[in-house]
């Protein structure tokens, strides 16, 4: 069983998951930034899964804005208002957003004409800020579901207790 660290709730990590968590858990445990941590999960996560395409992340770079940070795949658009695409619905929302197919979201950002689906998760720090968003695209159909989604949602909870502050205070400054 796992804990969220913001709600004190309790999960388990699909088989899936298991793995690559432990894994992106033994590798922070050095001392790291924030950028750091970013590379680090961004590099695991993609390539733990053969149908993530894209992954990295978007980080809140002033009020309403987001710019590209550390990921892995083709080159991402690098920068995404609050108010357009997924990414942008996410950190608005502060909810994930589960894209089984990308042409039936309105406002989608094409950064990659093969991308089909996507996830996107925000992380959020202590004060409930979004500090970033966690965006993995696939080329395939649906190809995300309520593991991954649990799953993410458990890695970004903890980036965002050890990180939010550090990164938004990045930010004020
Ligand atoms: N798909 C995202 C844009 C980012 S990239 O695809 C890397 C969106 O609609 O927010």
Known sequence: MRT????????????RYQ????????????PCDWTAAMATVACELH?????FHWTGF??????GHLQ???YQGTHGCLDIPFERGVCGAAARSKQTQLVPDVNRFPGHIACSSTTRSEIVVPVLNSDGHVIAVLDVDSNDVDAFDEEDRISLEWL???????????AWDALST
Do not use: K
């Open 4 to 15: 969220m660290p913001e709600t004190g709730s309790s999960f388990s990590l699909g088989d």
């Open 19 to 30: 793995p690559v968590m432990a894994r992106i858990q033994a590798l922070l445990s050095e």
């Open 47 to 51: 390539h733990a899964f053969d149908h």
């Open 156 to 166: 970004c909870d903890l980036l965002g207790t050890r990180w939010g502050s550090e």
């Open 68 to 70: 590209i940070g550390p």
């Open 58 to 63: 978007y980080r809140t770079v002033r009020p």
